[in-house]
């Protein structure tokens, strides 16, 4: 281990540990003496309001968001990287244009989720999987952007929704009354 690591310095980065919590869920004594030590030093980030938490899972407070510098740090080291991945497209032959993501391209990749969910498609080579649960979910989605963009789409943008919306809803009809329904025994045939 220590040699791969030796290895990895000589490659100019050093992989190191910095989860807070254990496996178990037990703060790391590392991590607990790194805030500790570190504490003084930071600056502190204005406390977010404290909102309660619906899903019940945990009681604690949400983190503060990142401060606005942050952001823009954090935009700006995307969009240098985004430029690198489209200068290697582009190098490769294809178009980075292919690569931007268009509503319509965001909604026909919920659809074909949708689909594989449903069992409806499936990978090359690969067997059918039913999730209904994530269909439902994802057809909810669909529905709640529909919803939610009334009156801000382009008339393709809503056409491709409605017509995404009503092609999901029947394939999700018609996969559960499937899936209720006993399985037939095949039919006798007799010779007349």
Do not use: C, W
Request: hydrophobic share 35%; charged share 30%.
């Amino acid at each position: 281990m220590d040699k791969l690591m030796a290895e990895k310095k000589q490659d100019g980065f050093t992989v190191s540990d910095r989860r807070l919590f254990t496996s178990e869920g037990e703060l790391r004594q590392e991590s607990a003496e790194e805030v500790a030590s570190a504490e003084p030093a930071a600056k502190p980030k204005p406390a977010a309001p404290e909102r309660p938490i619906e899903t019940g899972a945990a009681e604690s407070a949400m983190p503060p968001p990142p401060t606005a510098e942050e952001q823009r740090q954090q935009a700006d080291a995307y969009r240098k990287s985004s430029k690198e991945m489209d200068t290697r497209v582009e190098l490769s032959g294809h178009s980075a244009k292919e690569l931007e993501m268009t509503f319509e391209r965001f909604l026909a990749s919920l659809y074909m989720t949708a689909m594989l969910q449903l069992g409806l498609m499936h990978e090359e080579g690969g067997q059918p999987r039913i999730d209904l649960i994530g269909a439902r979910q994802t057809i909810d989605t669909l529905s709640l952007l529909a919803e939610k963009t009334k009156g801000n789409l382009k008339t393709s943008e809503e056409n491709f929704l409605q017509n995404s919306l009503y092609e999901l809803r029947m394939a999700y009809v018609e996969v559960t009354n499937a899936l209720s329904r006993p399985p037939q025994a095949p039919a006798n045939k007799t010779g007349t």
